[in-house]
């Protein structure tokens, strides 16, 4: 399943790719996702969290009561334009589910647009596209959560 969707900030690109790349940002936008139990690491230009949470009644039946996501992006080099591209993946341990795709920071809109596209599977014969239509909310729902945490971590 195409996911598509977009988050801004009224910041130069160079400072939302900071944020972004900053340990201290990435736990706190674990803690804005209520997670029980996370983990937030930077190593050069890759930034990874992985994050135990409550698995949403949608897909609880099939996951059981907990799930564990892990989210790494290794991010290129920035380009003429300041732009920066990272490779994202996401997995979930133990589950049949997983996210693939790209995340740019660049110019637009208040000052900064950050964008991601990528291809969520959920590899269960028969039942994959419905769980991939009843996951995609809560990917969605995460990347808002960065907004928020963006916005006010920018402000400070």
């Known amino acids: 399943m195409d996911i598509t969707t977009r988050i801004e900030f009224a910041a130069q690109p160079q400072d939302v790719y900071a944020m972004m790349t900053d340990q201290a940002y990435l736990a706190e936008v674990c803690q804005a996702t ?3 139990t996370y983990e937030a690491t930077v190593v050069g230009s890759t930034t990874k969290t992985t994050r135990t949470f409550a698995a949403p009644d949608a897909v609880a039946r099939f ?3 907990e799930l564990t996501v892990t989210e790494e992006t290794v991010w290129g080099p920035a380009g003429a334009d300041g732009q920066q591209t990272g490779n994202l993946t996401m997995t979930v341990k133990g589950q ?3 996210l693939k795709g790209h995340v740019v920071v660049a110019a ?3 000052g900064t ?3 991601l596209t990528g291809d969520l599977k959920v590899a269960i014969p028969l039942l994959g596209k419905k769980l991939e239509q009843s996951t995609a909310p809560a990917v969605l729902e995460g990347f808002k959560t960065q907004q928020e945490v963006g916005a ?3 402000a400070r």
Do not use: F, H, I, K
Request: positive net charge.
């Open 34 to 36: 209520d997670s029980r």
């Open 63 to 65: 996951t059981g009561g």
């Open 96 to 98: 049949p589910v997983s």
């Open 108 to 110: 637009g809109g208040p």
């Open 113 to 115: 647009v950050v964008q």
């Open 152 to 154: 006010r971590w920018l």
